[in-house]
């Protein structure tokens, strides 16, 4: 007999510790076309059209400054997309996180984005 192995993803959220009140912590974006992003992933923006990436360790500029991380998984697109993204003022997992290095708990730590 077979057995066939799944490996459940992240879920919406599952990276978050606390927040601020209501949805201080949270931002609607636009994410750029690309890959799938699982919830979790540190993101950074891309400074000549605003749109939210993956964050790019030891990149200088825009995508080598992490700017949030991705509340929920997004798929793969073609096209920009809208998600939401904690920015500001809370606490995460760092197991929870993807992409994540020690420059870019800096630069998140300075948005008040806490890496426990």
């Known amino acids: 007999m ?21 949805e201080i912590s949270r931002e609607g974006i636009v994410l750029a076309a690309g890959p799938a992003l699982p919830a979790g992933q540190v993101l950074a923006t891309k400074t000549a059209t605003g749109e939210y990436m993956p964050y790019k ?10 700017t949030g991380i991705l509340f929920a998984p997004k798929p793969e697109s073609a096209t ?4 939401v993204a904690h ?13 994540l290095d020690d420059k870019a708990i800096a ?10």
């Open 80 to 83: 920009p997309q809208r998600a």
């Open 57 to 66: 360790k030891g990149e200088t500029g825009g995508v080598g400054t992490a």
């Open 2 to 22: 077979a057995y066939t192995i799944k490996t459940e993803g992240r879920h919406a959220g599952e990276h978050l510790l606390s927040e601020g009140n209501g």
């Open 107 to 116: 630069d998140l730590a300075a948005r008040s984005v806490i890496v426990r």
């Open 87 to 99: 920015v500001r003022n809370c606490e995460v997992a760092q197991a929870c996180l993807t992409g």
